[in-house]
């Protein structure tokens, strides 16, 4: 049992991000005082929406420089606050060029750092880590002889060549319950969504959830689309099961944050059903044979198409529902609603 105090600052990790900028809205709505770390509080784009908030809520957002590769760098912003919501590390789908440096390092060193800083901050009690379902899994494949992959389950299967920002958020996490038991001053809830989709208050996010609704407008998928089906989570039920793992007294362990599993193919149907047809809405699913001749083309490997594609993908998201009270939306409400937001913000034309 951790009983946070709701007066004291909460600080926010990568607060700029695609999920934190949700994180921080509630939190402000919620009546918190949140302190959000972002890399460069200067830089003239991609923070409009914290600036906006900070002045609707006077005096309950304040932005901190915070480096994940330095060691100490969120020390200072955390001083008096009894939550941390750790998200910053990058979400990079498809060919990185260096994941070493671009992925491994800044997940597994910034989860150090911000961990040091909170094993000297003495006020933290609880730390919310957002991990990942790629945390839970490797490949696909493994779900053959299982109903749903569930909290119990752990990736052992991605390496630093294979499934590489899988195996970023893994030795993250791992890192951070090796940490978190050294010591009984604070406890470890960690977060485990699928792909987040829905409306961003960013409009320069490079996460993942906006590479993959890129392909509905790049005709990536006009040839058929992969026959790959994806966990998918609302961004704004992702932001309310961090807030509630914070400040549940019982909440402990992990979560898996996940609505339902669709098929690249039932996403396009989603988008075809509201917007009407477009060329790069995809129509059909391609064999598998031709998205793996094609797979270096797309930025992904023919190991990982053979593992990946062709299986059903099922996560069990009762202790999610249950312990923190989250009535998950429809994947396909998501969907439309990034979709929208994306012509809103005039990425797409309408
Ligand atoms: P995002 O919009 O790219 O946010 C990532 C955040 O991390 C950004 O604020 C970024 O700061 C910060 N960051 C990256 N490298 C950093 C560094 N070296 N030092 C300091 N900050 C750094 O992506 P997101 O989708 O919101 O992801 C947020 C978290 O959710 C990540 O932990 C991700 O693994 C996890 N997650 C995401 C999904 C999904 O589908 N989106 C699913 C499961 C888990 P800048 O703004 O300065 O780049």
Not at 286 to 296: E, S, T, W
Not at 323 to 350: K, T, Y
Request: charged letters at 20%; one cysteine or more; glycine letters at 8%.
């Amino acid at each position: 049992m951790t009983n946070i105090d709701p007066t004291a600052p909460v600080l926010v990790t990568g607060g700029s991000g695609y999920v934190a900028s949700w994180v921080v809205r509630y939190l402000l709505e919620d009546g918190k005082t949140v302190r959000a770390t972002v890399r460069d509080p200067k830089k003239k784009s991609g923070l409009e929406h914290l600036h906006a908030l900070a002045e609707e809520h006077a005096g309950r957002l304040t932005l901190h420089r915070a480096e994940l590769l330095e060691p100490g760098s969120f020390t200072d912003a955390m001083a008096g606050c009894e939550l941390v919501i750790h998200t910053a590390s990058p979400f990079l789908l498809g060919k990185v060029k260096n994941p070493q440096k671009q992925l491994i390092a800044p997940a597994l060193e910034g989860t150090r750092n911000v961990l040091a800083s909170v094993n000297e901050v003495g006020s933290v009690k609880r730390v919310v880590l957002t991990s990942s379902v790629v945390a839970i899994y490797g490949d696909t494949i493994e779900m053959v002889g299982k109903d749903a992959f569930t909290e119990d389950d752990w990736n052992t299967t991605s390496t630093p060549t294979h499934q590489e920002y899988s195996y970023s958020k893994t030795v993250a996490e791992r890192e951070a319950w090796d940490i978190q038991a050294d010591q009984d001053r604070w406890d470890l809830v960690t977060i485990h969504p699928g792909l987040v989709l829905g409306p961003a208050l960013t409009t320069v996010s490079k996460s993942g959830s906006m590479a993959t609704m890129n392909h509905f407008t790049d005709f990536s998928l006009a040839g058929g689309a992969p026959a790959m089906e994806l966990g998918v989570v609302d961004v704004r039920d992702v932001a309310r099961a961090h807030i509630a793992a914070g400040y549940t007294p019982e909440a402990h362990g992990r979560y898996i944050t996940n609505a339902e599993s669709m098929s690249m193919l039932q996403i396009g149907h989603a988008l075809r059903e509201k917007f009407g047809y477009r060329p790069s809405f995809p129509l059909f699913e391609a064999p598998k044979l031709l998205i793996k001749l094609g797979a270096p083309v797309a930025g992904l490997t023919r190991k990982y198409v053979e593992l990946n594609v062709g299986y059903p993908l099922r996560f069990d998201n009762s202790r999610t529902v249950r312990e923190l009270g989250i009535n998950f939306r429809p994947g396909a409400e998501s969907v439309v609603e990034h979709f929208q937001q994306m012509i809103d913000d005039g990425m797409v034309r309408g």
